[in-house]
């Protein structure tokens, strides 16, 4: 199955790769140093598969690839980049670029969606970092050893955990806590592994994290989700790297005993699914039984275009993928230069899903991981003569929200919830006065 296929060797690429990285010499000196300014606050890796295989130099700067793992001027105000190209030019030295560089992360809202506070959970009284628990069937565990990526996406909300700045930081404890968590819970069915990208653990140390939790005790958890960008950024994981038939062996091993397996793949774009090894590396996962879901989020200079979408999930459907979620960028970060109105993603969706079957409109969309919950725009309407958004939870931090539409004013340029205001003159949504009382519980336990 795998002809033709030879193995690489990984190499990343970073801030210190700009001047000598060959296919950027096409760049002008000035862009360079805005990319090395840019790459000071933003974490910036990326890696010889992408450089070689993905990214077509032809077409840069746009080339959706380059702009998916290069930093770009534009991503960060003037107000901030300036000075740092002065900083720069200057040769400060180390410590102050850290320091400037520090300062403005701050102000880049790090931790969207209360995601710091409310979502960490208690274990006999004992915060326990490293597991995130918001929806009641479901709880995310972060592996220490996974808080890293093959590559870094520009967009992401998960920037804090690269960049070192420690108390910003979720760790795990270790695969010990994570399990007595899970025994105390017997209401949570699906365990989540998520980073950071947990596949770029080694397969023994994902066994520490999984391979207990085939136990009998665990006959409650019945499904374990691992969300990864892995086959996209570095698919020889699977296909020819040394570890790639020991990890496929442990996903055999899951699906052996009885759970469900499902690899929540992340893909920004179709060209991320075009490569042989791309797709060597997708038909050996479905051949140990797991599912592969995909998801990505919207963004603009990236896959902000009906056509890209309607595209990546024929493709998906075609290599044995389920396309699942269509996310609204988050608002953090590079938000500006990413973000794109809600009205916008509901019409791109609209005429994403109207090219492709069925067997493609499995995915949902788009969806706001916000405080609250996963709200999705289910669209735009006319009642009693306002014009209104038609939203609904998909998952709700009291179960009971979900699927329950509700409305809001239409408002062109709202990006986020937090933009939108109730429609028909009321003055708070329906789930408002409940969610301040979660929350309120929540932060008294804490
Ligand atoms: C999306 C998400 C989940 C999983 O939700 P599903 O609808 O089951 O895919 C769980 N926890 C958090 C915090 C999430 O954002
Ligand atoms: S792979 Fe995921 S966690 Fe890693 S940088 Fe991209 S979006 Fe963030």
Known sequence: MNVNIKSLKMRFYGAKDIDNLAQLSRLSEQERLAMKAVAQVLPFRTNNYIVEQLIDWDNIPDDPIFRLTFPHQEMLDSQDCNPMIQLLTENAPKAVLKEAANEIRRRLNP????????????????????????????????????????????????????????????????SGIF?????????????????GDPMTMKAWQLALYIEPLLEPEFDHIQTIRIGTKSISYWP????????????????????????????????????????????????????????????????????????TWAKMWQMQVSLGCIPYYMFVERQ?????????????????????????????????????????????????????????????????????????????????????LNDLKPAFEEDKFFYENQLEEILTRKSLKD
């Open 332 to 416: 953090t970060g590079a938000k500006d230069y990413f973000e794109i109105p809600l009205v916008r993603g509901w019409e791109i969706y609209r005429e994403a899903i109207q090219q492709v079957s069925g067997l493609a409109r499995t995915v949902r969309g788009p969806v706001m991981s916000a405080l609250p919950g996963k709200v999705a725009i289910d669209g735009v309407s006319e009642i009693g003569g306002e014009k209104v958004f038609v939203l609904s939870f998909l998952q709700g931090r009291e179960s009971d929200w979900c699927k329950r539409p509700f409305f809001a004013r239409f408002d062109a340029d709202a990006t986020w």
């Open 111 to 174: 931790h969207p969606a209360g995601q710091k506070e409310y979502n960490v959970p208690t274990l006999n009284g004992q915060p326990v970092p490293g597991i995130q628990h918001k929806y009641r069937e479901t709880v995310l565990i972060f592996p220490t050893a996974g808080q890293t990526c093959h590559a870094y996406c520009t967009f992401c909300f998960r920037w804090p955990q690269f960049v070192g700045l420690d108390d910003l930081k979720f760790a795990t404890r270790e």
């Open 179 to 195: 399990q007595q968590y899970l025994q105390q819970h017997q209401e949570v069915s699906d365990v989540l592994l998520t980073g």
């Open 236 to 307: 020889y994981r699977y296909v020819t790297d040394e570890d790639a038939d020991n990890t496929l062996r442990l996903f055999e091993k899951i699906v052996q005993r009885g759970k469900h397996l499902a690899i929540m793949a992340h893909y920004e774009h179709w060209k991320e699914l075009d490569t042989p090894v791309a797709q060597a590396a997708i038909r050996r996962i479905r051949a140990t039984g797991a599912q592969i879901r995909t998801q990505a989020p919207l963004v603009r200079h990236i896959n902000d275009s009906a056509e």
